[in-house]
């Protein structure tokens, strides 16, 4: 007989972070806390954004592309998009 790979102890931990991680908004604060109205107003924010780079390269590509191909366009909501690394330089 084998012994259990996951102690009970384990798996709850794995549950409560799953449900975490199912309850994140993409602002990095949980939901149930982002809409929690007991915390209206008490939120410390940026005083400007943080640029994404890499968010900034795919969508100046992206407009490219359907610049040079507008026959596409209907099908832009379907595209994927791949990022494969940065260039060394």
Do not use: C
């Not at 109205?37 to 992206?62: C, F, H, M, S």
């Not at 379907?78 to 260039?87: C, D, F, P």
């Amino acid at each position: 007989m084998r012994e259990p790979e996951w102690t009970p102890d384990v798996v709850a931990l794995h549950l409560a972070a799953l449900r975490l991680e199912a309850d994140m908004g993409t602002h990095g604060i949980p939901m149930s806390e982002a809409t929690d109205a007991a915390y209206a107003g008490q939120w410390i924010t940026n005083d400007k954004p943080r640029v994404d780079y890499v968010k900034l390269k795919l969508n100046q590509e992206q407009e490219r592309y359907y610049e040079a191909h507008p026959d596409v366009r209907k099908d832009r909501p379907a595209h994927i998009w791949y990022v494969k690394g940065r260039e060394e330089g």
